[in-house]
């Protein structure tokens, strides 16, 4: 995290928390703000963070905190998303009253640079108030999201690092949508870490050695990539172990592939491979987890898992305010 650490300082961010009482996300905006990270804004009750703040933390002030009821930016909010979609004031009020779609707002209007939030909320809701306030980035089919992996033990092309991707947002995507999550990924990675990716497309497959819906979904995302000029290594379909492993890789691939066991970007061919992966690997070796960061949105949005720790937010955070 050094890397992201050294490049954020040199022009701090403001990031909005839309789950500001929270405890854990309140100790990791006193960490960034304490450490000049970024500069961040809790949403909440502001007696209730006050009170954290001074009680639990003995912080006196210093973070910015809103209360979207009392803050003077919710009636122009609400009177710009009715507008938008020409809907009526009460259902728009209704709406972005609501901290995470008023945060959402916030970033919207430049008011910060990115959202952080998850905690609390479901991933769902945080998707859906991403998509309505924030849209899609323009040729982008679908949002995706990626984890950054720190695995005790593992030394991979990126030391202990790696890129796990989707595990959060398409439960089963389609062989162009797994192109696309694959091409947003490693732009991001690119851009976030300073990476060279090198993409594997997993399957329980390596290079015909099984034949299966399932693989061809896998094959055909790898020829779309091909058709495009890509500015990233990838390689496809291969098994976890053909992608991280030399040994492994270069038996199973004939030593062909530039990407076999030096992977450091892994695309998952859905939801159910790469949520479960991921919770396996954090279960079973203590990994640190920094996201799901979220991609494919006209601005930074991270969505923490609810079981995120301090040193996750902080994580997760430096990863959204470095886009």
């Not at 796990?164 to 389609?174: E, G, K, L, V, W």
């Amino acid at each position: 995290m050094d890397y992201l650490k050294n490049q954020i300082r040199k022009d701090i961010k403001k990031i909005v928390f839309p789950e500001g009482e929270n405890l854990s996300v309140i100790k990791a905006a006193v960490y960034l703000k304490q450490n000049a990270l970024v500069d961040p804004i809790l949403i909440g009750n502001k007696n209730e963070i006050s009170r954290i703040l001074r009680g639990e933390l003995e912080l006196a002030g210093d973070i910015t905190t809103i209360n979207p009821m009392e803050d003077s930016r919710l009636e122009y909010y609400i009177k710009t998303y009715c507008e938008e979609r020409m809907m009526p004031d009460a259902v728009g009020r209704k709406i972005i009253s609501q901290p995470i779609y008023f945060a959402a707002m916030m970033v919207k209007a430049g008011e910060a640079h990115g959202m952080v939030g998850g905690i609390d909320y479901p991933t769902e809701e945080v998707i859906m108030a991403s998509e309505l306030i924030l849209g899609l980035q323009k040729d982008i089919s679908v949002p995706s999201s990626f984890y950054l992996l720190d695995v005790p033990g593992f030394n991979g092309e990126k030391g202990r690092r790696m890129i796990f991707a989707d595990p959060s947002i398409n439960p089963d995507p389609t062989s162009r949508e797994l192109a696309d999550i694959a091409y947003t990924t490693a732009q991001s990675v690119s851009k976030i870490l300073g990476w060279e990716p090198r993409v594997a497309l997993l399957s329980f497959s390596t290079k015909g050695s099984a034949n299966h819906p399932c693989v061809d979904k896998v094959k055909e995302a790898f020829q779309i990539l091909e058709q495009r000029e890509c500015p990233f290594i990838f390689d496809g379909e291969l098994q976890a172990d053909a992608a991280m492993n030399k040994v492994i890789g270069y038996k199973k691939t004939k030593g062909e592939s530039k990407v076999a066991g030096n992977a450091n970007v892994l695309i998952f061919p859905n939801l159910d491979a790469a949520n479960i992966s991921s919770k396996l690997v954090q279960q079973l070796t203590g990994a640190k987890f920094y996201g799901p960061i979220l991609q494919g949105f006209n601005f930074p949005v991270s969505d923490l898992s609810r079981g995120a720790t301090v040193e996750d937010i902080i994580g997760t955070t430096l990863l959204t305010a470095a886009r």
